[in-house]
């Protein structure tokens, strides 16, 4: 009698085919190097309501090998803390959503252990978490850039913009496909985390300041914060057409737009910097826009952007048209 050993979620999706392709319970124990009983005891234990399936299968073995230590949380809660991850939710947000919600609390440390333990046993869950790779400093060179003419300074913006209090406050930034080729404006709103993103086949002027007016068009904008990138070179054009203040930041200076850094960091993982951005569509980037504006952000108590800003935003425009109709 061969060892036992656990399947792994590979062997389970082999199991499958075998078995569909109507192999005996041997011919299939013989192909993956385990005994008949392992196989045996795979399609009689693991099945769902539809047969046996192999995703189903390796939640289930996987529940049942965690043991004593955590026979507090059920399969279904599991199931469910699976499906956030597969979202690309980080831990640290589903455990606390599900706190916000009054569901079934799993901490993120459990969540973190289900994951090491998933891939250990040939799972993939391990795929949807951030890289957290460090960002390469900036050598302190002079670039080619040039400089913009008449640019404001962040030393002269509204104390409130750092206070992060009000909305429309937004910073901007372009992230760079593979060899330079092509860009993905990106905008975030600095008191909700509100992305706005668009991508432009070249990082010119031009094309920067279309995007821009496009993607704030109908928002809340008092003001915009950028680098000192020539594609900001139309600032004025777009402080005019938004009726907004546009600032910039100290050259070499990124943590004065932290919020939008970190939030390139989280597109990256949608849009690697070794991609190329020629393969990307717009329903590409409208499909990761809404995924990070309905991720749940620790530092908006584990809710979304979206439930954050457009709260406040219907809000301020009630008050707004309440004013309105007090003053006729």
């Avoid at 004025?236 to 930041?249: G, H, S």
Wanted: glycine fraction near 6%; charged fraction near 30%; include cysteine.
């Amino acid at each position: 009698m061969k060892k036992y050993k656990h399947l792994t979620l590979d062997e389970r999706y082999q199991i499958y085919a075998f078995e569909k392709s109507g192999w005996s319970n041997t011919a299939i124990a013989t192909e993956l190097g385990v005994d008949k009983a392992t196989v045996g005891r795979e399609l009689r234990r693991n099945q769902s309501g539809r047969g046996y399936r192999p995703k189903h299968a390796h939640r289930l073995a996987l529940s049942r090998r965690r043991g004593k230590a955590q026979k507090r949380i059920s399969v279904v809660v599991w199931t469910a803390v699976e499906a956030d991850l597969e979202l690309d939710f980080s831990p640290a947000q589903i455990s606390g959503r599900r706190a916000l919600k009054g569901r079934e609390t799993v901490s993120h440390e459990w969540i973190y252990q289900h994951i090491y333990r998933d891939k250990a046993a040939g799972g993939n869950l391990y795929t949807h978490l951030r890289s957290r790779k460090k960002r390469k400093k900036r050598n302190g060179t002079n670039s080619s850039r040039g400089v913009l003419v008449n640019q404001i300074s962040i030393e002269e913006r509204p104390s409130a913009v750092a206070q992060k209090t009000r909305l429309g406050d937004w910073e901007v930034d372009t992230v760079i496909g593979k060899s330079h080729q092509g860009a993905i404006v990106t905008i975030v709103e600095r008191r909700t985390k509100l992305l706005r993103m668009e991508k432009i086949e070249r990082k010119t002027g031009a094309l920067t300041k279309t995007a821009i007016c496009r993607l704030l068009n109908g928002l809340e904008v008092k003001t915009i914060t950028s680098d000192n990138g020539k594609e900001f070179a139309l600032h004025q054009e777009i402080a005019q057409v938004l009726a907004a203040d546009f600032y910039f930041c100290h050259p070499y200076s990124s943590w004065e737009r932290g919020i939008n850094e970190n939030t390139n960091g989280l597109i990256r993982q949608y849009f690697p910097k070794q991609m190329k951005f020629a393969t990307i569509t717009d329903r590409d980037i409208k499909l990761a826009e809404d995924k990070l504006n309905n991720r749940h952000r620790k530092t908006l108590g584990y809710q979304t952007p979206d439930e954050v800003y457009f709260k406040d935003w219907r809000c301020r425009n009630y008050e707004k048209l309440h004013l309105l109709l007090e003053s006729k």
